[in-house]
């Protein structure tokens, strides 16, 4: 898995509006609000699942209604595109909720 620097970086970034980069952390950042504990905690159920077959995990906190996830790739230090699909997937699940 290779490293994204550069502009092509750039380039995958701007496909993830909804995210932003971390540069302290190498990671994508979203925050999510759902109407409930019950959406959150769905949501992060089917992430999880996603998760394991992608073997690939998230970051994230959840307090209530609010789930905090990020993506970053420890095998290269920074992002891959495995943290772009991973995104991507979840603005499938979740487009535009929360801030
Ligand atoms: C050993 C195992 O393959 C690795 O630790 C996997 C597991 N899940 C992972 N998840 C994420 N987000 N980044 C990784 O680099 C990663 N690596």
Redesign the pocket.
């Known amino acids: ?1 290779k490293k994204l620097e550069g502009a092509a970086l750039q380039a995958q970034i701007e496909r993830l509006p909804l995210w932003r980069f971390n540069p302290q952390r190498h990671a994508l950042e979203r925050c999510l609000v759902f109407s409930d504990f019950n959406a959150a905690f769905g949501f992060m159920s089917r992430v999880a699942l996603a ?1 394991e077959q992608r ?5 994230w906190a959840n307090v209530y209604n609010r789930v905090d996830i990020a ?6 230090g920074g992002l ?1 595109l ?2 772009i699909e ?1 995104a991507l997937w979840v603005d499938t699940l979740a487009p535009g909720v929360g801030d």
């Open positions: 898995m998760a073997n690939h995990h998230p970051e993506f970053t790739t420890h095998e290269v891959s495995r943290d991973f």
